[in-house]
């Protein structure tokens, strides 16, 4: 893919280490991610944290790949070949449009802009949501194509900087179509997906907290600091119950036959984000400024979990989840019960 030099010399080193990092994994460790809902859904989501906790520009871009074989699967098609690193460019947000033209038996082609594409200059190819006239369908695309270009400018973020994921402009870019039209997100595996993405930010808030707790063993914490340290591991032990919940409740319907996937993702999600920005905070009041003046291994972490976690949105998915729940007395007498 056409890929502008347009970031500042530290961008451009974060993007091509993690680049690098991303190529490594998929050669040597991708293949050992279990699918979700196969019976080792908490592997995979133990891998995801792990892989967070270390290093969450390469976790975006595992997690993507991780994520496209996934729906490869669900959706009847092969999976990646060897050496192949794939990503999923889904995102929505208002003003840009990928619109997708049938130009003859099987062929279609792609024009427009796509948003928020993670792994721009990494990936080999990608799943793809586009318009189409009868409504939004997925579709397969080699981004080595000539149309394919990212857009100068369009990823200037600090947190994240290495995940490269700027908004990229397809020109008569073809395409195969996976799945009939709204195939992606109605499948169960949509809902069981988002929940990968909250075990990837909790490791990144363990990687976090790790901070916190070297500071505490390289001397006698006061009260202070022992309350801090107290908060942080409650929050995140809190966070790792609701994975384990969750992944356990994949495994047990992977077909989603009860219908509790799309709650179980978003109360999931809003759990997990709510302990990663309350780890922030609390490691951010305890330890002061040191560590992020003077770590850079932490100050990347920081920045890194505080745009990773911006993929909820906030109240708008609780307002979501609400609105859910409101017509589904089935889940809140469920969720009573549980009680």
């Known amino acids: 893919m056409a890929r502008p030099d347009d970031a500042s010399p530290d961008g451009r080193l974060l993007r091509s280490t993690a680049s690098a990092r991303f190529a490594a994994w998929v050669a040597d460790e991708a293949r050992e991610m279990p699918l979700p809902g196969s019976g080792a859904t908490r ?8 892989l967070g906790r270390t290093d969450l520009s390469l976790t975006r871009l595992a997690e993507g790949h991780a994520d496209a074989t996934a729906i490869l699967h669900e959706l009847g098609a092969p999976p990646p070949a060897p050496e192949e690193r794939w990503g999923v460019w889904a995102a929505q947000p208002p003003g840009a449009v990928l619109k997708a033209t049938q130009e003859g038996r099987g062929a279609w082609r792609l024009d427009g802009v796509k948003a928020f594409c993670s792994g721009a200059g990494s990936c080999t190819h990608a799943l793809v949501t586009a318009e189409t006239d009868a409504g939004r369908r997925l579709f397969v695309v080699d981004t080595g194509h000539p149309g394919c270009a990212a857009v100068a400018g369009s990823w200037q973020a600090v947190g994240m900087a290495g995940s490269d994921t700027p908004d990229v402009t397809f020109a008569a870019v073809p395409a195969l179509p996976l799945g009939e039209v709204e195939a ?5 595996g949509f809902w069981h ?11 990144g808030a363990r990687g976090v907290a790790e901070t916190l707790v070297r500071a505490v063993r390289r001397r006698e914490p006061d009260q202070l600091t ?13 966070a790792e119950c609701v994975l384990e919940r969750a ?22 999600r809003a759990v997990v984000a709510d302990v990663c920005a309350r780890v922030l905070d609390v490691v951010g009041r305890a330890l002061g400024a ?3 003046c003077h770590d850079g291994e932490h100050a990347q972490r920081v920045a890194d979990l505080g745009v990773y976690i911006r993929q909820h949105h906030a109240e708008r998915d609780l307002a979501a989840l609400g609105s859910e729940l409101a017509g589904r007395h089935d889940l809140l007498s469920s969720s009573e019960g549980a009680r």
């Open 43 to 50: 592997e995979r989501f133990a891998l995801l944290h792990d």
């Open 184 to 188: 992606y997100t109605q499948r169960p």
């Open 193 to 203: 997906g988002g929940v990968g993405v909250a075990a990837c930010w909790l490791g």
């Open 226 to 238: 022992a309350a801090h340290l107290g908060a942080v591991d409650s929050a995140l032990y809190s």
């Open 247 to 268: 992944a356990g409740e994949i495994d047990a319907d992977p077909a989603d036959t009860g219908a509790q996937a799309l709650v179980r993702a978003a109360r999931t």
């Open 290 to 292: 040191g560590p992020l």
